[in-house]
């Protein structure tokens, strides 16, 4: 019951882990902790419901996600729109399905996917005598896997009652009109009512409200997630392939074979859906299982591809992934025991989301080899491989033998790429073990003008001794990167396949010198599944790679210790590291020096409660890189500047590159913009600064190549300047500039003012812990 909650009111009930570790970490006394860290403890949080009589939201958040993914009806500002799922002819004082004057039943479902992972949260909206309910859901958002966890170990239900003059985002009319509020100043009552709670199956029916005599102590309410037969569904009112979390479902209907497999959660990415190739096929395809939303496991003879949704049975070319690694690394690990020689379990990129047509296959699949499914595209090859041999191999269009490198293949007088050999890459070997899983990682180099570069894939497994030994190859001077380029900016499908054949001599023979691992194939001893998992994307330290000449180059590490002595290949030198992070940065060749430069990075981005996802754009790529100094971004909610550096706020980032088009430009009329510092370190003589300056419209990249421009005139370009903090823990100053006006107009402390209050251990402000800043951008009456 809302009906005393007007505008500026939020009832509330959230779900959130108070009695897990992150809880503990709380200043709070009751060990409340949430997305925001309200409390200082960050954990992952279900609001069920954030409401008043007028607006009403449901969201799901990670630890990270201050924002969250949401669904229902109201809110809306400058940056954006609210949910519009619903309208106020539908929910509100009067409205026709849910009349928030009267009380009204709310019922929440957790869905869950074929492998018992939270998929959705489905809320239903019903009042007794009105002729319809309002439905909204949230799916597929990024941060399921760690709410999974914490539905699985138990959640608190919290309530809470509140006001503020502050809730456009809940309540707020927004640009599109539509939203309810015009203002947050509407009364809130004393109270508000929740009542007739019940844990219930899907389906049943929910008992009336009674009086209950009170209850014995009973341990936390356990929404949790358990095992279920993966073959079996649960229907929620209308066939899904969902499970409900929280029962057993053992006798209900099975699935078909035309389904779908499930999706992975790729941090840095999002979740991702599987699709099996063969739907159209009379067999329906080849079993591709998806487990606990972090394992793919495809059968032998089994194709899948990476998906942004999935439909059982149809192949849509637009739904595909398209993933620009540019500048990236992908991780994942791979187990492939049993897949001996004559197996080929496979990774690869391929240009599917620009294919014309379905092809042969019907499924748009296309490849360097058009023999496959009559369809020719860019492919890159992270894996082909078994327990014997591995290869990455470049492709262009319809070059289907490509560059590889690796170790293995070779037939009549051919060898394969001999970068590793048995001893290092094998069952029981002495780096790689392939009878246990080992860890992958393919980066993506760019050259100066963000173009592709070079494909680095490191191997790395911990040995019996708990020592960490890693195989690496970097591909550089295949002629044809510039087509690999374009295909990545445009997009790449992650493919994964698993194949047996007696003609895999290209991949594990012995070659003409003798040196590859198998004399003969055996397809019919492929194991049935190979498993690949925990795949991630996340930005490269130092993506930047170029050279005058070409080579291949490829490393042994090992990291120990103590310093091991150094090995030699026959293409390069491989040197040891200790278990320090120092890298080497010079490979040398038979011929010639290839040195890496290195430097240009995008940091992590980071949540901007209000605003979103922000990334971070650090000073200094240019002219040269060797005056960069870092910024760095932590729990995607710190910006740590170095000295010397400078960041800038921006929607995106390309490395390496400056474009005044990606900064924010941040509407602040009106608004209030809130954040927390840390000047501990800053003594006299040095300066921390936080500004607002006008460089998304600033067209010249200026002296210092970024665009940057302030009052000053630092960089060649002025511009309008507001100085929200110039400071160390000793003085503060804010200050206002027109363009050209150097000086300003500020207030603070600092100078001949000898007032302590913002001083370490100071009256007010002590600067020798952290303290939180909040900046107001009151308007006129003219706005």
């Given at each position: 019951d809302?009906?005393?909650a007007?505008?500026?009111c939020?009832?509330?009930?959230?779900?959130?882990p108070?009695?897990?570790?992150?809880?503990?970490?709380?200043?709070?006394?009751d060990?409340?902790?949430?997305?925001?860290?309200?409390c200082?403890a960050?954990?992952?949080?279900?609001?069920?419901?954030l409401?008043?009589?007028?607006a009403?939201h449901?969201?799901?958040?990670?630890?990270?996600?201050?924002?969250?993914?949401?669904?229902g009806?109201?809110?809306?500002?400058?940056?954006?729109?609210g949910?519009?799922?619903?309208?106020?002819?539908e929910?509100?004082?009067g409205?026709?399905?849910?009349d928030?004057?009267?009380?009204f039943?709310?019922?929440?479902?957790?869905?869950?996917?074929?492998?018992s992972?939270?998929?959705?949260?489905?809320?239903?909206?019903?009042?007794s005598?009105?002729p319809?309910?309002?439905?909204?859901?949230?799916?597929?958002?990024?941060?399921?896997?760690e709410?999974?966890?914490?539905?699985?170990?138990?959640?608190?239900?919290v309530?809470?009652?509140?006001?503020?003059?502050?809730?456009?985002?809940?309540?707020?009319?927004?640009?599109?009109?539509?939203?309810?509020?015009?203002?947050?100043?509407?009364?809130?009552?004393?109270?508000?009512r929740?009542?007739?709670?019940?844990?219930?199956?899907i389906?049943e029916?929910?008992?009336?409200?009674?009086p209950?005599p009170?209850?014995?102590?009973?341990p936390?309410?356990g929404?949790g997630?358990?095992?279920r037969?993966?073959?079996?569904?649960?229907r929620?009112?209308?066939?899904?392939?969902?499970?409900v979390?929280?029962k057993?479902?053992?006798?209900?209907e099975?699935f078909?074979?035309?389904?779908?497999?499930?999706?992975l959660?790729?941090?840095?990415?999002g979740?991702?859906s599987?699709?099996?190739?063969g739907?159209?096929?009379?067999?329906?395809?080849?079993?591709?299982?998806?487990?606990?939303?972090?394992?793919l496991?495809p059968?032998?003879?089994?194709?899948?591809?990476?998906?942004?949704?999935?439909?059982?049975?149809?192949?849509?070319?637009?739904?595909?992934?398209?993933?620009?690694?540019?500048?990236?690394?992908?991780?994942?690990?791979?187990?492939?025991?049993?897949?001996g020689?004559?197996?080929s379990?496979?990774?690869?990129?391929v240009?599917?989301?620009?294919?014309?047509g379905?092809g042969?296959?019907?499924d748009?699949?296309?490849?360097?080899?058009?023999?496959?499914c009559?369809?020719?595209?860019?492919?890159?090859d992270?894996?082909?491989?078994?327990?014997?041999?591995w290869?990455s191999?470049l492709h262009?269009?319809?070059?289907?033998?490509?560059?590889a490198?690796?170790?293995?293949?070779?037939?009549?007088?051919t060898?394969?790429?001999?970068?590793w050999?048995?001893?290092d890459?094998?069952?029981g070997?002495?780096?790689?073990?392939?009878?246990k899983?080992?860890?992958?990682?393919?980066?993506f180099?760019?050259d100066?003008?963000?173009?592709?570069?070079?494909?680095?894939?490191?191997?790395?497994?911990?040995?019996?001794?708990?020592?960490?030994?890693?195989?690496?190859?970097?591909?550089?001077d295949?002629p044809?990167?510039?087509a690999?380029?374009?295909?990545?900016?445009?997009g790449?499908?992650p493919v994964?396949?698993?194949?047996?054949?007696?003609?895999m001599r290209?991949?594990?023979?012995?070659?003409?010198?003798?040196?590859?691992?198998?004399?003969?194939e055996?397809?019919?001893?492929?194991?049935?599944?190979?498993?690949?998992s925990?795949f991630?994307?996340?930005?490269?330290s130092?993506?930047?790679?170029?050279?005058t000449?070409t080579?291949?180059?490829?490393?042994t590490?090992t990291?120990?210790?103590?310093?091991?002595?150094?090995?030699?290949?026959?293409t390069s030198?491989?040197?040891?590291?200790?278990?320090t992070?120092?890298t080497?940065?010079?490979?040398t060749?038979?011929?010639?020096?290839?040195?890496?430069?290195?430097?240009?990075?995008?940091?992590?981005?980071?949540n901007v409660?209000?605003?979103?996802?922000?990334?971070?754009i650090?000073?200094?790529?240019l002219?040269?890189?060797?005056?960069?100094t870092?910024?760095?971004?932590?729990?995607y909610s710190?910006?740590?500047?170095?000295?010397?550096?400078?960041?800038?706020?921006a929607?995106?980032?390309?490395a390496?590159?400056?474009?005044?088009?990606?900064y924010?430009?941040w509407k602040?009329?009106?608004r209030?913009?809130?954040?927390?510092?840390?000047?501990s370190g800053?003594e006299?003589?040095?300066?921390?600064?936080?500004?607002?300056?006008?460089?998304?419209?600033n067209?010249?990249p200026?002296?210092?190549?970024?665009?940057y421009?302030?009052?000053?005139?630092?960089?060649?370009?002025?511009c309008?300047?507001?100085?929200?903090?110039?400071?160390?823990?000793?003085?503060?100053?804010?200050a206002?500039?027109?363009?050209?006006?150097?000086?300003?107009?500020g207030q603070?402390?600092?100078?001949k003012n000898?007032?302590?209050?913002?001083f370490?251990?100071?009256a007010?402000?002590?600067t020798?812990?952290?303290f939180?800043?909040?900046?107001?951008f009151?308007v006129s009456?003219?706005?």
């Open positions: 809302v009906s005393g007007d505008c500026g939020s009832a509330t009930i959230v779900l959130v108070m009695r897990s570790s992150s809880a503990s970490e709380s200043r709070c006394p060990h409340f902790c949430d997305s925001r860290g309200s200082g960050f954990c992952a949080q279900i609001e069920l419901q409401s008043n009589k007028r009403w449901t969201a799901l958040h990670d630890s990270k996600d201050a924002d969250g993914q949401c669904c009806f109201g809110g809306g500002g400058s940056w954006g729109v949910p519009r799922d619903w309208s106020k002819q929910y509100g004082p409205a026709k399905c849910i928030t004057d009267q009380p039943s709310v019922t929440a479902e957790f869905l869950t996917d074929s492998s992972n939270l998929q959705a949260i489905r809320v239903k909206l019903t009042q005598g009105k319809c309910s309002l439905l909204a859901n949230v799916t597929g958002y990024k941060g399921n896997r709410l999974t966890a914490a539905l699985e170990e138990g959640m608190t239900p309530i809470s009652y509140w006001r503020s003059n502050d809730l456009s985002w809940l309540d707020g009319i927004g640009p599109d009109g539509k939203g309810p509020c015009h203002s947050d100043s509407g009364p809130c009552a004393s109270n508000i929740f009542y007739g709670f019940a844990v219930t199956e389906g029916s929910i008992p009336r409200p009674e209950q009170k209850a014995p102590e009973q936390m309410m929404l997630l358990r095992k037969n993966s073959s079996t569904i649960s929620v009112g209308e066939p899904m392939m969902f499970a979390i929280g057993d479902v053992t006798s209900q099975t078909s074979v035309i389904r779908c497999p499930g999706s959660q790729m941090p840095g990415f979740s991702v599987i699709l099996p190739a739907w159209n096929t009379p067999s329906g395809g080849v079993r591709v299982q998806v487990r606990h939303g972090s394992t496991v059968r032998l003879g089994g194709r899948a591809y990476f998906a942004t949704g999935c439909t059982a049975g149809q192949y849509l070319r637009d739904g595909y992934m398209g993933m620009n690694l540019l500048g990236k690394t992908l991780r994942y690990r791979v187990d492939l025991s049993g897949a020689c004559g197996c379990a496979a990774l690869s990129l240009a599917m989301k620009q294919t014309k379905p042969s296959c019907a748009f699949y296309c490849g360097a080899d058009s023999s496959v009559g369809q020719a595209c860019a492919e890159i992270i894996q082909e491989a078994n327990q014997y041999a290869h191999t262009a269009m319809h070059d289907h033998v490509g560059h490198a690796g170790y293995g293949g070779g037939e009549g007088h060898n394969g790429p001999r970068h050999s048995g001893h890459y094998a069952p070997s002495r780096c790689i073990d392939t009878f899983e080992f860890e992958v990682a393919a980066s180099f760019m100066r003008d963000g173009d592709f570069s070079a494909l680095e894939v490191t191997l790395t497994q911990q040995g019996q001794d708990r020592k960490l030994c890693s195989l690496s190859i970097r591909i550089s295949y044809e990167n510039a690999l380029s374009d295909a990545l900016k445009a790449m499908t994964v396949s698993y194949w047996g054949s007696d003609n290209w991949l594990d023979g012995t070659g003409s010198d003798n040196q590859g691992p198998c004399r003969s055996s397809p019919q001893a492929c194991i049935d599944s190979v498993q690949f925990h991630s994307v996340e930005p490269m130092s993506p930047i790679f170029f050279t000449s080579t291949t180059t490829s490393t590490t990291s120990t210790t103590t310093t091991s002595t150094t090995t030699t290949s026959n030198t491989s040197t040891t590291l200790t278990d992070t120092s080497t940065t010079t490979k060749t038979n011929t010639r020096t290839e040195t890496t430069t290195t430097g240009a990075y995008c940091p992590e981005h980071i409660s209000g605003v979103g996802v922000v990334s971070i650090p000073s200094g790529w002219p040269t890189i060797r005056d960069f870092p910024v760095e971004t932590q729990h710190e910006v740590a500047p170095h000295l010397r550096a400078r960041g800038y706020f929607e995106n980032c390309t390496g590159t400056y474009d005044n088009h990606q924010v430009a602040l009329l009106g209030q913009l809130r954040f927390r510092v840390d000047l800053a006299c003589g040095c300066y921390a600064a936080f500004n607002l300056v006008a460089m998304r419209q067209v010249n200026g002296t210092c190549f970024d665009h421009c302030d009052a000053k005139g630092l960089c060649g370009e002025s309008a300047e507001i100085s929200i903090m110039e400071a160390n823990k000793l003085s503060w100053h804010s206002l500039h027109g363009k050209d006006d150097r000086l300003g107009f603070g402390f600092g100078g000898l007032d302590r209050k913002y370490p251990h100071g007010c402000i002590d020798t812990k952290p939180d800043v909040s900046v107001s009151p009456s003219a706005g």
